[in-house]
């Protein structure tokens, strides 16, 4: 298994500015990802992270908005820019371990006003 | 495209009621199938993989089966705890790891 530490843990943000989420795990991993969950809804990938190259966006994502970095292979964050209202979800990450598991962190709950 | 639907939204059972939830998939090349828990304001708790037709794993009140086009979470006797969103998620051979959700079934057991 892997352990997952995503900070911060929630988040209340202007209009305009941005966030920027940590994802430290506790072991090496090739792939990370980040995910989106809007309320009420399930969860939409935006990402991929992979150590060493740019991410890969998802449609309707964008690296403008949704900039990410992957330093090393525990390590990624993720940055929502000039936020929105429309923004306000929960920001997850995960990884996986092979094929036969995937572990997500808690999760960032960012609001947006 | 690659689709999940689960079914019911929704579910209320009485401890001790078992159920089952369903999950269908549509998808170009089943690399495995994700279920998944998730409590209010958490991530989602992994539960099991399954990978082929046949294919069955259980965890504790819990038991996953797998077909051609669908997966049932059945849930024996519930308890209260067992409370929470199941999500479903498929991950195909040309994804790359990547997951496709469902957008989950609510269960309340109430005691």
């Known amino acids: 298994s892997a352990v997952i530490s995503q900070k911060p843990s929630r988040d209340i943000c202007q209009r305009g500015t941005s966030l920027t989420i940590q994802c430290q795990v506790d072991s090496q991993v090739t792939m990370m990802f980040w995910y989106r969950q809007q309320p009420g809804q399930s969860l939409t990938l935006i990402a991929t992270a992979n150590q060493g190259s740019e991410a890969t966006y998802e449609s309707g994502f964008v690296i403008d908005k949704f900039p990410i970095s992957r330093p090393n292979l525990t390590f990624s964050t993720l940055t929502v820019s000039n936020l929105s209202p429309e923004d306000s979800s929960i920001y997850l990450c995960?990884?996986?371990?092979?094929?036969?598991?995937?572990?997500f962190g808690q999760g960032t709950r960012l609001t947006v006003v | 495209e690659d689709q999940v639907t689960q079914s019911p939204e929704a579910l209320r059972l009485q401890e001790g009621e078992s159920s089952s939830l369903n999950c269908s998939y549509t998808?170009?090349?089943?690399?495995?199938l994700f279920w998944y828990r998730q409590d209010p304001g958490k991530g989602p708790e992994f539960l099991f993989t399954?990978?082929?037709a046949g294919e069955e794993k259980e965890k504790e009140r819990l038991k996953a089966t797998l077909t051609k086009k669908e997966s049932f979470l059945h849930i024996t006797a519930p308890k209260p705890e067992d409370s929470a969103t199941y999500l479903c998620?498929?991950?195909?051979?040309?994804?790359?790891?990547?997951?496709?959700f469902g957008t989950g079934t609510r269960l309340l057991v109430s005691p």
């Open positions: 399954l990978y082929s």
């Open positions: 998620a498929v991950q195909t051979f040309t994804g790359f790891q990547k997951l496709v």
């Open positions: 998808v170009s090349g089943l690399r495995g």
């Open positions: 995960s990884v996986g371990t092979g094929d036969t598991e995937a572990f």
